[in-house]
């Protein structure tokens, strides 16, 4: 396929890459393969990445390895300046990012610039982290011995990733990683390649080694069986759905990987009689809409409780009859389409069941006039908990609001799910907050916010919402191996 790059507006044309990153070389499938992208805006293609297969993921693992020895013997302030420049040149070419974003995952423009600035983040903080792996000294514990603790790189690690925030998990693992003096494989969701291989190319802007940074696209079961059956990979990190999420867990078992699992949510976000209901419906929409609906932290289930139920549902229908849907590359749009025609199914399947069993449209609830991916966005009102939405994130514009009458009762609802990722609830009794704070059960809590993700603290869930934390002081422990040295015949 032809690049066509012209049709995107981009400043700078080599950003968009159709062609693999491995071991510092642009390269493409050996079948001569490919797989094309499309606009989910417009169903129009957008170009066509390579096909790897095993083959290829092989040599990039392979890459990888052979890189490791001196990527990790650097000092961590010379990784650090490189990671510093590739979050400079990322910032520099914001543009051409969020185009190139839009473009392939249909995110509003004002979104995808705001993920850049916090794909880069990650880049920012971890440069920083880098320099502070600390070991330890541990007082002896017989005469003679000294105990010290050493931090080291896992090794090569492998990261696969959703199409959902195309740039900000490529750099929440890799950023950890590389500070760390881990080398990767970077395979990123079919959907949405071109941003992880805009960043590769930044990478080598940057001055990253050959075999630093690998980025392989491909049929998921061929590059996924080997990145997770290769023994040179040490490390899995992934984003994406709880169902994949145990399969590759279950695949990294034979060769006893280090895994971090970022998998599904089902948030509830809870609206007390005591809250702020103004703040309270600007947070459920930052929340809810966001990309589309389309994150994992997206508030899915609306728990308000009854004394205050009539004025927020009529206070949030006014807002989100403010959004606006359109294409992403529009000014003024601030919901873009969903991802496929799949997910336009799901939601419509989630308020056909809601509704059917007594629920009621506030607004929306239909594919909008727009036609293809595009879905209203819908609030509705009178759900039951015995409802499918209730129980399966929706990953769409649907706000279901379900009546509750004590905390307890909010409280028992917001954990009655196997997940346990992000949660919010809004409240202004200092002892509520802190009571219902720590009875849920989640890895994150926005108490009156909406927007909980930032480098700076630790993202990650409990239960079937995953394993690990990435972000902030605790996101590189995951790269790091912890090597205890007993040493003896000190004398004393
Ligand atoms: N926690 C989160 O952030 C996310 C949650 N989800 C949830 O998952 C649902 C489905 O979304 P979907 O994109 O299909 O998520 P998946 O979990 O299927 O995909 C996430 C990533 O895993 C890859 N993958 C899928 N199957 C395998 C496999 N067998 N071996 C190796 N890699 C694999 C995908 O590749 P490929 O792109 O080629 O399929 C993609 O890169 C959503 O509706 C949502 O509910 C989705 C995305 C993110
Ligand atoms: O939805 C996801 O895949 C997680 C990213 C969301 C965020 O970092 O806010």
């Known amino acids: 396929m032809q690049t066509p790059a012209a049709s995107l507006p981009l400043k700078d044309p080599t950003l968009f890459r159709q062609a693999n990153y491995i071991d510092g070389k642009w390269v493409q499938a050996d079948s001569g393969k ?32 052979r890189a490791l020895p001196s990527w990790r013997a650097m000092t961590a302030k010379e990784r650090s300046v490189i990671l510093r420049r590739l979050y400079e040149l990322m910032l520099a070419n914001t ?7 839009t473009a392939e995952q249909g995110k509003p423009l004002a979104e995808s610039r705001g993920e850049i600035a916090y794909a880069a983040s990650f880049l920012e903080w971890f440069a920083e982290e880098g320099k502070r792996v600390y070991g330890d000294v541990i007082p002896q514990n017989l005469k003679g011995r000294r105990i010290l603790v050493l931090k080291e790189p896992i090794g090569v690690f492998a990261s696969i990733t959703p199409w959902n925030f195309p740039a900000a998990m490529i750099t929440r693992k890799t950023g950890p990683g590389w500070a760390a003096g881990c080398t990767g494989v970077i395979r990123p969701a079919s959907q949405t390649p071109f941003s992880a291989l805009a960043i590769a190319a930044l990478a080598e802007r940057a001055g990253m080694p050959p075999g630093v940074c690998n980025v392989i696209t491909g049929p998921s079961g061929e590059t996924g069986t080997e990145l997770t059956s290769n023994p040179l990979v040490r490390k899995l990190t992934f984003t994406g759905s709880t169902e994949v999420g145990a399969k590759l867990l279950a695949m990294c078992a034979p060769t006893i990987k280090k895994t971090s699992m970022e998998l599904g949510g089902n948030a509830p976000f809870i609206v007390f009689d005591d809250a702020d209901l103004d703040a309270a419906v600007q947070g459920a929409i930052a929340s809810k809409y966001r990309n589309t609906g389309q994150t994992c932290v997206c ?17 949030l229908k006014v807002a989100v009859e403010a959004l606006k849907v359109g294409n992403g590359m529009e000014a003024g749009v601030t919901q873009g389409p969903l991802i496929n025609a799949e997910a336009v199914a799901k939601v419509e399947a989630h308020i056909a069941d809601a509704l059917q069993r007594g629920a009621r449209v506030v607004t929306g609830g239909r594919r909008h006039a727009l036609g293809g991916n595009f879905f209203e966005p819908t609030l509705l009102a009178d759900v039951p908990a015995d409802a499918v939405i209730f129980h399966e994130e929706t990953f769409g514009p649907v706000a279901p609001l379900f009546r509750f009458a004590t905390e307890a009762e909010a409280i028992r609802l917001a954990n009655a799910t196997p997940f346990g990722l992000a949660s919010y609830f809004y409240a202004r009794d200092i002892g509520r907050i802190f009571r219902v704070a720590e009875a849920l059960e989640y890895g994150i809590i926005g108490i009156n916010e909406g927007i909980i993700s930032t480098e700076v603290a630790p993202f990650g869930g409990m239960k079937a919402s995953g394993l690990g934390r990435e972000g902030s002081k605790y996101g590189i422990d995951e790269y790091l191996e912890v090597k205890y040295l007993a040493l003896g015949g000190i004398g004393t």
């Open 34 to 65: 490919t797989l094309v992208v499309g606009n989910p805006a417009t169903g129009e293609p957008i170009g066509a990445v390579p096909a790897m297969g095993a083959a290829e993921t092989r040599r990039a693992i392979e890459a990888a390895d």
């Open 95 to 101: 543009e051409d990012l969020a185009v190139i974003m």
């Open 299 to 315: 508030a899915n289930r609306l728990l308000v409780q009854e004394g205050v139920y009539d004025a927020f549902a009529a206070k």
